[in-house]
């Protein structure tokens, strides 16, 4: 599966995006799907996942509550809507598949990636 993440762009403190992920490919719906980002002079965090189902979903603390994870697997896409932004989630997003549903998803885990979207988030 080959992955594309779009949706990024510059808002401001407060405000919504929502990302998405569009997979190619007949295997989407057996992926895992995971969000992960990366700020400037960090690593690469998780932020949220969700089951091939769509029934199970996982989310980093920082982001519990104000962000949402789902999918399509018709339309093998996934999205990430996120609200009430801050500053600190300013970080280039990028989507992942996993073959296994896991609590704290790591990058070394995942099998494939998608290329990022920047999302700049001003005060």
């Known amino acids: 599966v080959q992955l594309q993440a779009s949706g990024g762009g510059v808002v401001q403190a407060g405000g919504s995006l929502r990302l998405s992920c569009v997979a190619s490919?007949?295997?989407?719906?057996?992926?895992?799907m995971v969000w992960f980002r990366q700020a400037p002079g960090k690593e690469r965090e998780f932020v949220a996942s969700?089951?091939?189902?769509?029934?199970?979903?996982s989310y980093a603390d920082s982001v519990k509550g104000r962000f949402t994870i789902s999918r399509d697997n018709a339309k093998s896409t996934m999205y990430l809507q996120m609200t009430s932004l801050k500053p600190e989630d300013t970080a280039v997003y990028y989507c992942?598949?996993?073959?296994?549903?896991?609590?704290?998803?790591?990058?070394?885990?995942?099998?494939?990636w998608g290329k990022g979207t920047q999302v700049t988030v001003s005060s």
């Open positions: 969700i089951s091939t189902s769509g029934y199970s979903r």
């Open positions: 992942a598949a996993d073959l296994y549903y896991r609590s704290i998803p790591t990058v070394e885990e995942m099998d494939r």
């Open positions: 490919g007949r295997t989407f719906s057996s992926y895992v």
